[in-house]
Structures are given as C-alpha cells and as structure tokens.
Nanobody, 114 residues
Framework: QVQLVESGGGLVQPGGSLRLSCAAS????????MGWYRQAPGKQRELVAG???????NYADSVEGRFTVSRDNAKKTVYLQMNSLKDEDTAVYYC????????WGQGTQVTVSS
C-alpha cells in the first residue's frame, strides 16, 4: 500500500520558517519525481516546488528564493524548507509523487499569522 505522510506544518509568524517533510512508503521512491502543492481556502491547488528523480528542482515564482525542496532517497523523504514566510503562504500543503502512477498525501496545514 502506497502512503505519503506529510508532517511539519503549524502556526508561524510572518518572517518565520518551517520545514515540511513527506515520508513515502510502498513505492520505489528514487524513481519518482516529487512535488509540493498547496491549496488555500477558495483557491485552486497550485504547484509550489518540485524535484525530479535526478534532483532537478523547480519553483513557483511566488516562493522562488524563499523555499527549498530537497530529497533523501535513503529515507524515502522529500522536504520543503520554507523561510521568510508570508501571510499568503497560508494553505494546506500536499506532497505528490509522480512516476508510473501519481499519489497524494493527506496534507498538512501551514498558517502564517501574527
């Protein structure tokens, strides 16, 4: 059974940092591209950052320079380091694996508020 389990969300003040983790099981992790998405209330889900199986990264313009995506294939985990957080970063964050099949995690809430 495939599982993607996100963790690390929470409440943080503007300008603060959080690191999200997504632990995968049931897939050959190193073969999958991984992505972080987010969905704010009333908005569509959007891609935040992605990392290919080879380690190539891409970012949404809104987070470029503030967020960093990385992966540890030995731990079957992908990370999203989020710095200089803004109110508009508030959303539920999801990880997705893309390979022969696509899988989604259940999401973790990130709230940026003073």
């Amino acid at each position: 059974q495939v599982q993607l389990v996100e963790s690390g969300g929470g409440l943080v003040q503007p300008g603060g940092s959080l690191r999200l983790s997504c632990a995968a099981s049931g897939i050959i992790f190193r073969l999958y591209a991984m992505g972080w998405y987010r969905q704010a209330p009333g908005k569509q889900r959007e891609l935040v950052a992605g990392i290919s199986s080879g380690g190539r990264t891409n970012y949404a313009d809104s987070v470029e320079g503030r967020f960093t995506v990385s992966r540890d294939n030995a731990k079957k985990t992908v990370y999203l380091q989020m710095n200089s957080l803004k109110d508009e970063d508030t959303a539920v964050y999801y990880c997705k694996s893309t390979g022969p099949y696509e899988y989604w995690g259940q999401g973790t809430q990130v709230t940026v508020s003073s």
